[in-house]
């Protein structure tokens, strides 16, 4: 009976080292579970914007023998709202607080008819009679320098009586008039306010047709209400639209234009025409319409010359006049032949004023000009036009024909006399 006792010893002792190695396993599992599984979990679940500063190093702040790690890119916690936050959501959150809506009050003076005694003995006798009335004129603006200047158009507030500029905060300042620059149709306004938010300036020298466009502004004077611009977005159509003054009575002529698709309403004019980097590559000025609304064909005066502009008259307080010292004449057919000229298109150079730009640049009298900065020129009322509403420091190049032979000669414009 001996040995029928020691084999139930060995099984009950087997029996024994199996239950004490399943609960070990079971206790290290335990363990690991509570230890691993939390940081795991933690790392597939948190956006980068959720993980704790004190887990992320610097490559300088590692040893020298060690590298620093390769990046970890975790999803967004929130991926839909990640989508909708879109370069233009940031853009316009960058520049929306600089953007202004104005009321300009100007006084229009109408003609009508009044009664000249109220007695009915005369038989309601109506005299003509001059009316004066206050009409608001709405439109917007950027605020350009935390000092208070503001860039809008100068159709907006010339001849306005009174200036009322209305922030994204609500607040209602009064504004007065620094200068007023007509031919660019630009205006630099004033309000007497201190920390303002100033947008950011682009340049327009390098803007892409396509690249997104977005109008900030006024639409209608529907943010006098609630402070808030309206935005609209689109891309350039084009770049270096010109347009001549729209007639003899006109004094703006607009030239190389930001051309858009980004809805300009009435209200919008001098409001910031924005890139996805939410700079102001341009100001706002008109559409081409037939129906007087919005068609899709907007345009906006590039920065980089109502910079030029806005400075002008920020120290001097108005236009200065160019001067190059130049005139010319129409090329006749008497002057075509005695020049031996075939070509009539251009203008003759008739005078040189001493030690103007002009003869500093080694224009001739007798010099044909055939083209200014690349464009035409058929006879004097082009060339009028080219050089019209250029300011000055602005380069001017010239295609010249002189004896036959071919040339250009570029100057400056130089500050004249009023």
Known sequence: MEPSHQGTSRRNYSLISYILAALVGSLIGVIVMVTVLPETIKSRVLGPADVPEASVSNAQDLPAEQSAPAPVFLPPSDPIGYSRRTAVVSAVERVGPSVVSIVAT?????????????DPFFGGMMVPRIYSREVPNTGSGVIIDEAGYIVTNAHVVRRA???RVVLT???????????LNVISDLAVLKVEENDLPAAALGVSNDVMVGEWAIAIGNPLGLAIEDAQPAVTVGVVSAVGRDFPRSGSESRTVYRDMIQTDASINPGNSGGPLVNALGEVIGINAFILSESGGSEGIGFAIPIDHA?????????YGKPRTGWIGLYVTDLTRFFAEELGVEDRAGVLVSEVTERSPAQRAGIRVGDVIRKVNGSPVANRADARELLYGLLVGDTVEFNLERSGASLTVS??????LE
């Not at 100007?106 to 008819?113: C, D, E, K, L, T």
């Not at 910079?307 to 120290?315: G, S, Y």
Request: hydrophobic share 40%.
């Open 169 to 179: 905060d609500g607040r209602a300042l009064d504004s007065k008039v620094i200068g």
């Open 307 to 315: 910079t030029k502009v806005v400075d002008e008259l920020i120290k």
């Open 106 to 118: 100007q006084v229009v003076r109408q003609r009508g008819y009044a009664r000249l005694f109220d």
């Open 161 to 163: 009586k009174r200036i």
């Open 411 to 416: 100057l400056q414009i130089e500050e004249g």
